[in-house]
């Protein structure tokens, strides 16, 4: 990528926060997008290049890696994104290449770090959902009892873990060993 390219990248980044930015932050990225477009001879037009890159996002989860292929799909459609696999070790990497102009890569990057961050807070609940539904707990005599006084109740996610609850299906395993033969 040529040094020019960097400078795009960047004050595409900085006019989508001066598009997209509330009150102070909007007028400090509108002022400093200015600053380095005079600075650089860079103009409108260069920032709304329609030239398609490739850029590559990287995740961390497979969950992640499936909602960055979604967000390009939403914006782009079919046939945009795809993954990569190491040169010599023929395994994926943790990299989504989206190809895509550089203000639908601002949109796709800052899509993808919201509902990252909504998507891990839900998997979160789900997984607590899980444990309950399943009953995945040990019995009374092996529970630790310690309990915080300071630990607040937060119902609203008690009702979102309930709600969740409703749609897991109950799973139970046949035991290996009979009941009360536990080895000390």
Not at 32 to 56: F, P, Q
Not at 59 to 86: D, N, P, W
Not at 126 to 139: E, I
Request: charged share 30%.
């Amino acid at each position: 990528m040529t040094e020019r390219e960097r400078l795009l990248e960047k004050l595409a980044a900085v006019k989508a926060l001066a598009d997209r930015g509330v009150g102070g932050e909007k007028t400090a990225a509108e002022q400093r997008l200015h600053y380095l477009m005079e600075k650089h001879g860079i103009t409108e037009s260069d920032l709304e290049d329609s030239v398609v890159n490739l850029y590559w996002i990287r995740y961390k989860t497979e969950y992640e890696r499936k909602l960055i292929r979604q967000l390009a799909y939403m914006h782009l459609g079919s046939g945009h994104s795809f993954g990569c696999v190491g040169t010599h070790s023929n395994r994926p990497r943790k990299n989504i290449g989206v190809e895509c102009t550089p203000a639908q890569y601002i949109e796709i990057e800052a899509d993808f770090e919201f509902y990252r961050v909504a998507l891990a807070e839900e998997m979160d609940i789900f997984y607590s959902a899980f444990l309950q539904k399943n009953n995945l707990f040990p019995p009374p005599e092996l529970a630790d009892t310690h309990t915080d006084d300071d630990d607040e109740v937060d119902m609203e996610r008690i009702e979102k873990i309930m709600a969740m609850m409703n749609g897991i299906d109950h799973r139970t395993r046949n035991k290996a060993l009979p009941q009360g033969t536990y080895e000390k």
